[in-house]
């Protein structure tokens, strides 16, 4: 008999298959010793997801396959290392950079292995920033760092293909040789890559050994297979916060920065076409607050369909921009903050996108320049931004940072570092939002079967987030039946459309159909 099995098929979704989206209840990683610094969240397309973060006995890691728990933190790094960075691609495996004493290291793990020995990207027995990391889709990668030695700051970048080790360090950007004696200073700095393997970097570079400090945001590009070109001059001014960068499917590229006094937030972007930039506020300037120096740094990112969001916070709430692709102008989005927030200026808002356009943004609120309680929200692809939620801090703890991450169905995984209202304890802490239904799997359905024969079908239903509560077969006769594993008469020829339906315990389903042939038993 003819069988037809897919490893990983979803049709459709039921009509109510968003109805049910729901952030659920937090789930502490890491227990008193985690460290305040960056933490880290990525996940691959099957939904598994890693984390990372600092704590006083070095670094460390948790994962999460879809449908399952977390694991227990796994070492990664020695005592005193810190501000770790991590990127997935779509095979799962995970890379982490990181700064050692005076080193930048990386480490990569497979999909159902361990983070292997690290291999060290830079040594040096003065300064070390804490590293930045992209990885695009195939697995290549760009680490990207800054170093302080022979009296002069340097902006370096590693460079590894898919599989591979992280190359010889490429010298992207050099203040003068005085470097901090005459007050030169690699502040901000961020990367990003394409699945092409297209890269931009940029960082703002401060001037002045006294107030006033001049401050420019500067870049460079870096074709697929070559290096980074020569920097780019994007902006001078007399005050900054820090910059964020993204770049589309097709190489355009995206920075975008706020300078302080008198400037709302603004965005640089490079056609692949040209390489020429194009500078432009993102939102019109404020009046009342044209001094205030209270815009945070936007977050920028684009979708797969090349149309970039900025998110940022402001007094008056949290502010978000679309460009759509090819678009010249910053279309506004709304974002209904909670009754009664007092939007922080510092940190910034953390955004990601899913692969379908599922939007994610999570901002701290309550607080100025110290920890504060974290909002999300949800815009769905193609849909409008669903009211705030409070993800961390109801329990009186607050994230202080924190990241995002979202995988193709939507679900979201938020990592904070949080600490309580005494600050006294601190821990690492994980929350999903469970978007969609089961994903089914394995699904096998006979492509023919007989009249009066026994027709056996069977499917592999794993949620993401939440537990699969039932699974429902209709066999296009007007019968039904329930579980995973199923079997059925059929007792007229024809071709009949088999579905399965599976649903979660929040009430988001999944369904996919089959069509099968019945003919009548030969004599």
């Not at 502490?28 to 010793?33: R, Y």
């Not at 020695?78 to 950079?97: E, H, K, M, Y």
């Not at 009249?451 to 794993?462: E, F, I, T």
Request: hydrophobic share 40%; proline share 6%.
């Amino acid at each position: 008999m003819a069988m037809l099995v897919a490893s990983l098929v979803l049709l459709g979704g039921s009509a109510d298959g968003a109805a049910h989206s729901s952030w659920l209840g937090p789930t502490v990683l890491s227990g008193p010793g985690s460290k305040e610094g960056r933490v880290a969240v990525d996940v691959d397309k099957q939904g598994n997801a890693t984390v990372v973060w600092p704590t006083d006995d070095g670094i460390k890691s948790a994962f999460r396959p879809a449908g399952g728990e977390w694991t227990a933190p796994q070492p990664i790094s020695p005592v005193g290392d810190s501000s770790p960075d991590l990127g997935t691609d779509s095979a799962g495996t995970a890379t982490i950079v990181w700064a050692g004493k005076g080193t930048v290291e990386a480490s990569t793990r497979p999909l159902g292995g361990a983070f292997g020995s690290a291999q060290t990207l830079w040594r040096s027995d003065a300064y070390v920033s804490a590293p930045r990391l992209a990885v695009d889709s195939a697995g290549d990668a760009i680490a990207l760092w800054v170093a302080y030695e022979s009296s002069r700051f340097s902006l370096e970048a590693a460079f590894r293909s898919a599989n591979g080790q992280f190359g010889q360090p490429e010298r992207i950007f050099s203040t003068a040789e005085c470097g901090e004696v005459c007050g030169q200073h690699i502040r901000f700095f961020d990367v990003a890559i394409d699945p092409k393997g297209n890269a931009i970097a940029a960082w703002t570079l401060e001037t002045g050994i006294s107030r006033p400090y001049s401050y420019s945001v500067k870049s460079a590009f870096r074709a697929a297979g070559g290096h980074f070109g020569a920097p780019e001059t994007l902006e001078d001014a007399a005050g900054y916060r820090g910059v964020h960068t993204a770049i589309d499917a097709q190489g355009n590229a995206i920075a975008v920065w706020v300078f302080l006094g008198g400037s709302s937030p603004r965005a640089g972007v490079r056609s692949a076409a040209t390489g020429a930039w194009r500078i432009q506020p993102i939102a019109p300037l404020r009046d009342e607050y044209d001094t205030c120096n209270c815009y945070s740094t936007p977050a920028i990112a684009v979708d797969d369909q090349g149309n970039a969001t900025a998110v940022w916070t402001a007094p008056w709430g949290v502010q978000a921009r679309v460009l759509p692709r090819g678009g010249e102008s910053w279309e506004a989005l709304q974002i209904d903050a909670l009754a009664g927030d007092y939007v922080s200026d510092d940190p910034s808002p953390v955004i990601a996108f899913g692969p379908r356009g599922d939007l994610v943004v999570a901002w701290p609120r309550r607080g100025n320049r110290t920890c504060g309680v974290l909002d999300a929200t949800v815009r769905p692809a193609g849909g409008a931004f669903g009211p705030a939620t409070e993800v961390f801090g109801s329990d009186g703890g607050s994230g202080c940072s924190f990241d995002i991450a979202v995988d193709p169905q939507g679900n979201a995984t938020v990592i904070a570092w949080t600490i309580d209202r005494r600050l006294t304890t601190s821990s690492v802490e994980a929350v999903g939002y469970d978007a969609a239904g089961p994903k089914l799997q394995a699904v096998s359905v006979p492509l023919t079967g007989q009249v009066g024969k026994r027709l056996r079908v069977s499917v592999r239903a794993v949620d993401v987030w939440s537990k699969v509560a039932s699974t429902h077969w209709r066999f296009g006769d007007g019968s039904s039946e329930n579980g995973s594993r199923a079997s059925h008469v059929y007792r007229r020829s024809g071709n009949y459309r088999v579905a399965v339906t599976s649903t979660d315990t929040l009430g988001n389903s999944s369904t996919t159909t089959r069509t099968v042939t019945i003919s009548k038993v030969r004599r």
